[in-house]
């Protein structure tokens, strides 16, 4: 079972069961800092431990790019009798992985962390330094990561210029005083909001923000489909019962709800703190999926699936296929990447025992 880490009201389920939506977590920017490290599946997620794809090439090619992130960098400087070395172009500050999702774009991230110099370095989402700034304030997010080697964003992907803003100054801010950024995506930088907004000024700042990074295309096959094939794994009532009821007699801690319900209340919990949603959890059972048509309740609904794939929680369902909620037309939209990779990551946690 995991460790508690935050405060979350539970108040008693008459089923016997917890309630995810009983939960109200709460989260202060001290915890946020706590948690900026990889999730648990990458603890110990090293360079030598990613497989590369040999039908790939550009996976062994981001390895070997990724262990000299932090290799001092060559030419410059003067030599004996005031020769001087050719200069090397200037390295970026910033590397970018690009690649379709399950390519082992985190692990890498993860690995880099891990083999980043220095005690002070920190790994997160997007939305989970946006939500620093916005419980510490600007200044105070700041001055709390300047200093550190490295700052990794897993999920770059962008669904408020607003926030674009913020993270684009803050990076430049960190950059100037020597600390480097990694990131990943399934959309390269010069891209990222593109069929989502077209302001000017959005445009803008992706373009500055871009200008820091060095890309590196990865391809490959979904890791997470090599051995599954087919949709999201959909139990009958008896069998959702079953696995219920096994796993709380393993003494394992059982939130049962259903999926209206979940999706009601994930609008009144701030993504940021959907990590608390699931302290503690080892299964999640919903009952009666059925498809979305509301794209708000389909973004918090890829945001919460983000954090419980983290949490590496299985879940089991009745009703729709869980990769078959994005109903309408979301699949064609700006967001299609996104939910993509959420439909990936249903089909595991529905297949996980």
Request: charged share 20%.
């Amino acid at each position: 079972m995991q460790s508690q880490r935050f405060a979350v009201t539970m108040p008693s389920v008459p089923t016997g069961f917890r309630s995810l939506t009983d939960r109200v977590p709460t989260v202060s920017g001290a915890e946020i800092v706590a948690s900026l490290t990889p999730p648990r599946q990458f603890e110990q997620a090293s360079f030598d431990s990613y497989r590369p794809d040999p039908d790939f090439p550009g996976q062994a090619a981001a390895v070997e790019k990724l262990r000299g992130f932090f290799a001092p960098q060559a030419g410059g400087g003067g030599g004996f009798f005031g020769r001087r070395k050719s200069k090397a172009p200037a390295a970026k500050p910033g590397i970018y992985l690009d690649g379709g999702f399950g390519v082992g774009k985190t692990h890498l991230l993860a690995a880099l962390w891990h083999n980043a110099p220095g005690r002070k370095k920190y790994f997160g989402t997007f939305i989970e330094y946006t939500a620093l700034v916005g419980a510490l304030g600007y200044a105070a997010a700041v001055a709390q990561l300047t200093g550190a080697t490295l700052i990794c964003i897993d999920e770059f992907e962008l669904d408020d210029p607003g926030d674009t803003m913020v993270m684009t100054r803050l990076l430049g801010e960190l950059v100037a005083t020597g600390t480097r950024i990694a990131a990943t995506s399934n959309t390269p930088p010069n891209a990222l909001g593109e069929g989502r907004f077209a302001a000017a000024d959005f445009l803008r700042e992706i373009q500055a923000m871009s200008a820091n990074f060095e890309t590196l295309r990865i391809d490959g096959t979904d890791y997470r489909r090599r051995s599954i094939e087919g949709h999201a794994v959909v139990s009958s009532e008896e069998r959702f019962d079953t696995r219920a009821a096994e796993a709380a007699a393993a003494d394992r801690d059982v939130t049962v709800d259903t999926f209206d319900g979940l999706i009601t209340h994930l609008a009144a919990v701030h993504p940021s703190r959907f990590i608390g949603l699931l302290d503690g959890v080892d299964l999640i059972a919903l009952r009666d999926v059925h498809e979305l048509t509301d794209q708000g309740q389909a973004l918090r609904l890829v945001a919460f699936i983000d954090r419980v794939y983290d949490a590496q929680i299985p879940v089991v369902t009745t009703g729709t296929a869980l990769d078959e909620v994005f109903g309408g037309d979301m699949l064609n939209g700006g967001y299609r990447k996104k939910y993509l990779r959420a439909m990936s990551r249903m089909i595991a946690l529905t297949s996980m025992d």
